[in-house]
């Protein structure tokens, strides 16, 4: 069998299956999930999704750098953009 032919008969079951369930049964499998405190329902007051809004944005800037200074950096591993800003308030004063 294909992978699209496999896809299709799972959705077919799937949708077999959603159909087979009865209204109580429905209800009682809602009833439990309103139940189990590791499934309640999505709020405004939870955070959204991805990294907190930094305080501090960052700016994409082209810049050219001397290859000896980028390689200095990469050679420390990663966290070489982080190290290389550091460097760069450091000798601005910041």
Do not use: C, Y
Not at 21 to 42: G, H, K, N
């Amino acid at each position: 069998m294909s992978k699209i032919s496999d896809r299709a008969d799972a959705r077919r079951r799937a949708l077999a299956a959603l159909e087979a369930i009865t209204d109580e049964e429905d209800a009682a499998i809602a009833a439990a999930a309103r139940a189990d405190p590791d499934a309640q329902p999505l709020t405004d007051a939870l955070p959204r999704r991805g990294r907190p809004k930094s305080p501090r944005p960052k700016l994409h800037v082209p810049l050219r750098l001397d290859a000896d200074i980028v390689e200095r950096f990469k050679a420390a591993g990663p966290g070489w953009q982080s190290r290389m800003n550091e460097a760069l308030r450091k000798a601005a004063g910041l």
